[in-house]
């Protein structure tokens, strides 16, 4: 998964695990992808029936405004004028209100579903969360923005189309002035976005900066949170430091950017897997209710030893007592970091105990390597981590997170045998998004 913002990614999924009731989900266009098009492929569809009509506008000069994407909202209306109400209508029934099957669902919007979010807010007006839900959720549009209010008041599971419902073609969003008639006109849904906004921590995903209304849409949530401590998230496809510096600036929201590795962008259902898999084991009932309780060094090393037969398979597995201290040893059987770090934390996994005799872990991950003459060759010692007992039990017992873990150990690069003058340094390791929230 390639997250550009590492830290804000791991704040974010720490936060979410810690109190999942305090998110709300702000849906855009790219979730209900490939199913229901882009905003770009929706212009061009328009464009090419508006110039069946009386279109006053250069074709080139619109395509390269929307291939940048750019005017957005005003090349919508310039559209919609050109091709009358009735023909408008009729196409975006036939794009937004088709029917399919459970089925055909994107995987980013199963993701999101398997989450089970209280409230989602969507620009979109298709009926993906309809059936994606199951029929669970009580869909609102700002026509009904009161009731929508007392569904989000009492906690009951429901989706706020704030730009309108294709089943209902009056309450459609598109075009600048429709936009400006709902935000400046609509008390009661106006009034209903500022509850949300400054009492929930918004989650945007599926959106780009050049999705229209999002601009308005972040100065409407940056005027609300004024001086409040709520900061919201925002999961875009942009790999520009620059552009992501200063969009955080220019709307106080924290930006988790990642680059697609394909056209699909798979890196957003991992971005939303990363979220459910904390979550899901939180429902789980923890294994081996039973507390062990450990007095003696001994029955320490016999009990640590044995639960590692069951992980570490084929591979070699040491465990050393001393001064308050367990140092546990083995021998990697993973190719990649991200093997390693799991390998690592199944070892972490097995302080599920009670004991009064441990204060601190050291595990120290060995290499795989013919034996050698040389003896900093056969077996060299690839990392070292550490971290305090408690902090080891409290993820062993689901108390804490993957991800809140890994921030708590540190992580060393360790001393030459042959070398006596090489001193253990301090490095970082970071975790591979990949395994966040992988435990069983």
Known sequence: ????????????????????????????????????????????????????????????????????????????????????????????????????????????????????????????????????????????????????????????????????????????????????????????????????LSTKILIFVGFSLSDPHVDVILDNIKSINNGMPLSHYVLLNEDSSFKISSFERKYGVKVISYTPSDPSHPEVVEFLRALYHEVGNQREQIHNSEQVQITSPEKLISHISDAAEKIILGSGFSAFYSNSDIYLSFTTSGETKSETQKEILSIIKLMNFNSSIIQNIHVYVMAQTPPSANFDESQPILIKAETSFLNARKYAVKEISTSTIWELMSFFTPAGLSNVFQQEEKVVFPMSTGIIGEQS
Request: proline fraction near 4%; glycine fraction near 6%; aromatic fraction near 10%.
């Open 1 to 196: 998964m390639a997250i550009n913002t590492q830290k804000t990614f791991l704040e974010l999924v720490t936060s979410y695990h810690a109190n999942q009731g305090k998110f709300v989900f702000f849906v855009g266009a790219g979730l209900s992808q490939p199913l229901f098009p882009s905003w770009e492929s929706l212009l061009k569809d328009f464009l090419e029936q508006a110039k069946e009509g009386e279109f006053p506008h250069e074709e080139d000069e619109i395509i390269d405004f929307i291939q940048n994407g750019e005017n957005y909202l005003d090349i919508a209306e310039a559209c919609v004028n050109a091709m009358g109400p009735s023909r408008y209508r009729d196409i975006m029934e036939k794009i937004f209100d088709k029917d399919f099957s459970e089925s055909e669902v994107p995987e980013s919007y199963k993701a999101l579903m398997k989450l089970c979010p209280k409230t989602i807010i969507t620009t979109n007006y298709d009926r993906l969360p309809e059936v994606a839900g199951r029929g669970k959720y009580r869909i609102n549009t700002h026509k009904n923005a009161p009731e929508a209010s007392r569904f989000f008041a009492d906690g009951k599971s429901s989706v706020y189309k704030m730009h309108g419902d294709i089943t209902d073609q009056s309450s459609i969003v598109l075009t600048t002035s429709d936009y400006q008639e709902i935000i400046n006109n609509n008390s009661s849904a106006r009034t209903l976005l500022t509850s949300m």
